[in-house]
């Protein structure tokens, strides 16, 4: 598989978690930047 393959897959399969509901609330994504040592305002 090349590099676009590979691509076109991962958005079709984020969007399919879209669809699906499967999000993270805005704490959620706070919280893993904050891990990554970034302050979330």
């Known amino acids: ?3 676009d393959e590979w ?5 079709e399969a984020g ?5 699906e509901g499967k ?5 959620e ?3 893993r930047f904050e891990r990554w040592g970034v302050k979330v305002c």
């Open 15 to 19: 969007l399919k978690e879209v669809e």
């Open 7 to 11: 691509f076109v897959e991962e958005v």
């Open 1 to 3: 598989m090349d590099y």
């Open 23 to 27: 999000l993270a609330s805005p704490e």
């Open 29 to 31: 994504v706070a919280a």
